[in-house]
């Protein structure tokens, strides 16, 4: 089954740059999340994508647990709480799906590959951390909303397990666009959450490059 793309509102405004960013950037777009998702996936394929994500997003604390402890500010504070314990129960079901999949299948150059997603980690962590106003807070909405992507791919993977993931309890669009517009108000806030979101799509990217050419050293071999 495709992963289909979410029609976005593209009203002017910082919400539609956002939300352009991550349909035309978003794992949705991405041929390895695809293939991930279509019911003729390999199971040990799938579980690779399972440990890697859990490996980038399983860590506590995360993305946007980094953004609500450094100093988010009134106006996005409940929406990063509401987020933060939503992205919870989004760890929780990695985690499961983790322990579902057993070890992480022996792929040549896995040292490479943990250093990069370690790097990975380590670049989310200065995002979600940066002084820049409004870069966090892009991040964490681009990671919202990209999420609807990685989710199914995650519904695949409980499927395949045997069990049902619960929804996803992440901030509605509605909460997320009344927040970007407010955030945004200052030009120089706007500019750095589209960098923040920009960032944080790129590093999904490379993950699921990642991913595909692990298959491929496998398939070799």
């Known amino acids: 089954m495709p992963v289909e793309t979410v029609p976005f509102d593209r009203r002017p405004g910082s919400w539609s740059v956002l939300a ?25 394929d799938l579980a690779d994508a399972i440990h890697l994500l859990c490996a980038l997003h399983g860590r506590h604390p995360g993305v946007i647990d980094h953004a609500l402890s450094h100093g988010p500010g009134a106006v996005a504070e409940s ?73 199914r791919l995650l519904d695949a993977a409980a499927e395949r397990a045997g069990f049902g993931a619960l929804p996803s309890t992440l901030p509605l669009d509605a909460e997320t666009e009344t927040l970007a517009a407010a955030l945004a108000a200052d030009p120089a806030v706007e500019r750095a959450m589209s960098f923040g979101a920009q960032q944080l799509l790129a590093q999904h990217r490379a993950l699921w490059d990642l991913a595909d050419a692990r298959k491929s050293a496998r398939d070799r071999h």
Do not use: N
């Open 20 to 44: 352009t960013l991550a349909d035309a950037d978003g794992s949705a777009h991405h041929p390895y999340v695809q293939a991930m998702c279509a019911p003729k996936a390999t199971t040990r």
């Open 79 to 151: 929406w990063l709480e509401e987020a933060a314990s939503a992205f919870a129960e989004e760890r929780a079901l990695l985690a499961r799906l983790t322990a579902a999949a057993g070890p992480i299948p022996s792929t040549p150059g896995q040292a490479e590959s943990e250093a990069a997603v370690t790097a990975q980690c380590r670049a989310l962590d200065m995002l979600a951390q940066s002084d820049r106003t409004g870069c966090a807070m892009g991040a964490t909405i681009a990671l919202a909303l990209d999420w609807r992507a990685v989710r």
